[in-house]
């Protein structure tokens, strides 16, 4: 992470510590942890959300095929224009509950990654509804979603709300091994096989 990145992120969390949701990026481990559910296909349909000053989608970026399809999803405008710069094959959009336009858009069915970096803990109830219904949506047969969690705030209602909803959608639910060397420390949850919409 370079200092360039480290005072964007600074200034996006100063301007709108809602959107950015963290105290710092997210460390090159944890980034790598969160993009190895990205298939090395050249059809492959990779999505990111939330990806703030970038340090996952370079991962996502140096995984998937240059014949993939990416779409990344960022609100803050200055971070949104950094990552075309950082990915320019990527298709950077604003809004996440957009993603069935966007993928329509992209000409795509559906995604076999979505990876997420989207600050879940500041979300009401509603905005998780809306979001995780986005998400089952528009996963592909076979598809994959992966998020993390700070380990610090695990025991929190928020956090334990959050795991319960993400059990109520998925079949399949695997919290992995703490990354400490994040700050703060995280694990990441990997879902598969959305449960029929409700």
Known sequence: MSGRDLLMFAQALVRSPREVGAIAPSSALLAERLATVVPRRRDAVVVELGAGTGAVTAKIDQRRSPESTFLVFERNPRLAEQLTRLAPTAHVADDARDLRTQLANSGCAGADAIVCGLPWAIFSAQ????????????????????TFAYVHALVLP????????LTARFDEVLPTRAVLRNLPPAITYVCRSPRQAR
């Open 127 to 146: 905005e998780h509804d809306e979001l995780l219904s986005a998400i089952t949506d528009v996963l592909a047969p076979g598809g994959v979603f992966t």
């Open 158 to 165: 928020q956090a334990r709300r959050f795991r319960d909803e």
